[in-house]
């Protein structure tokens, strides 16, 4: 914990924590920038990274709420663990393409779980994130119950609450 305190401190704030591993991306160091989504995806999920790829999201989602009862229904607190998953994503398929496609698995799916805690229609900044992670997976990569559940938070209007 006193890790992950040092880097919320010496970066500021989660966004901060976002442009880094973007940054570092970008530059190539994406050991480092792995380490870091290691460490904040810790943090806030209570899991090893590796238990992302072993397990269903359901399952998953058991877990974290043993870890922070509430973050089942933190939207930020999901959709951030959902982007540090996408993030992990797009380093691992470098290396193994079958890994990477698991990571953006579950990082939609948490994603769509995330956006369905509020019950209310998308901002312009979740349906760009929605369709970034749609465009990072095979039709068929996607089960049968994200896209239902993806097609219910679509079809909500703005101001109304299904």
Known sequence: MGQIDYIFREIGRLQAVFAKILNLTRIGNHEEADEIIKVVLKSLSGLN???????????LLK?????????????????????????HGNIETEKNKALGTAFFQQSLQILVHALGIEQKALNKTEKAMLDKYLGKLE???????????????????PGIKK
Do not use: C, P, W
């Open 139 to 157: 039709a068929s990569a996607i089960t049968d119950k994200t896209r239902a559940e993806i097609q219910n938070i679509l079809s909500r209007k």
């Open 63 to 87: 877990m974290m709420r043993g870890y922070d009862e509430d973050i089942t229904k933190n939207k930020k607190k999901l959709v951030s663990v959902s982007r540090l998953l996408h993030e």
């Open 49 to 59: 990274i590796e238990l992302f790829a072993a397990f269903r999201t359901e399952d």
